[in-house]
């Protein structure tokens, strides 16, 4: 049975070496690694890649569930997915295999695991969002772009759009850039 392994980190200052090494130890040939959050499987090739060339009797493993997907119903769709092509899912940390019933029940409980735990990072991120601006601290993210240079540019004739498209920003900043930082109930934006 060939095993094909997959590792994911969500930022790239996160190292993919340990999982790697397990992967290898677990007897996978193949190992694809990708630097992606785990909250959707948007975005994310190097998966879509691993699913597209799984066969029957093939294995897909990770390390732990949550480095491949944060969403329980992302976890689920994709455990029928393998199901369908006749490959499972083995998971090594708990040691875990979709090759039975009892497997599959206790991939869903980690699946809702590791959901909950993706909201409890958003609940803390949140929170300590809220502090700092009630400190006065955060300020939000530094500006790419600064706002004169989209009014040059527009004063200039170029169309929204195209400022975006050409300063690689999305047009509501261009739009924020031109209306003074105003919003259309004219409260400032920070």
């Known amino acids: 049975m060939p095993r094909i392994g997959y590792a994911r980190v969500s930022t790239s200052s996160q190292d993919l ?10 007897g996978c040939e193949i190992v694809r690694a990708e630097t992606g959050s785990g909250a959707t499987r948007d975005g994310r090739s190097e998966l879509a890649t691993v699913l597209e060339f799984l066969r029957a009797g093939d294995e897909l493993v990770v390390h732990r569930l949550d480095r491949l997907g944060r969403s329980t119903r992302d976890v689920l769709n994709l455990v029928h997915e393998l199901d369908a092509k006749g490959a499972s899912l083995r998971v090594l940390e708990p040691e875990v295999t979709t090759g039975g019933d009892m497997g599959r029940m206790v991939i869903t409980v980690l699946g809702m695991v590791a959901d909950m735990e993706l909201k409890f990072i958003r609940d803390r991120q949140r929170a300590g969002i809220e502090a700092a601006k009630g400190k006065g601290v955060y300020k939000g993210r530094e500006k790419r772009v600064d706002d004169a240079k989209i009014r040059k540019l527009a004063s200039d004739g170029m ?10 920003v999305s047009r509501m900043t261009v739009y924020r850039a031109l209306d003074g930082g105003r919003t259309k109930n004219n409260t400032e934006i920070r």
């Open 17 to 26: 070496d340990i999982q790697k090494a397990m992967l290898k130890a677990a």
């Open 159 to 168: 169309s929204k759009a195209r400022i975006a498209r050409d300063l690689g």
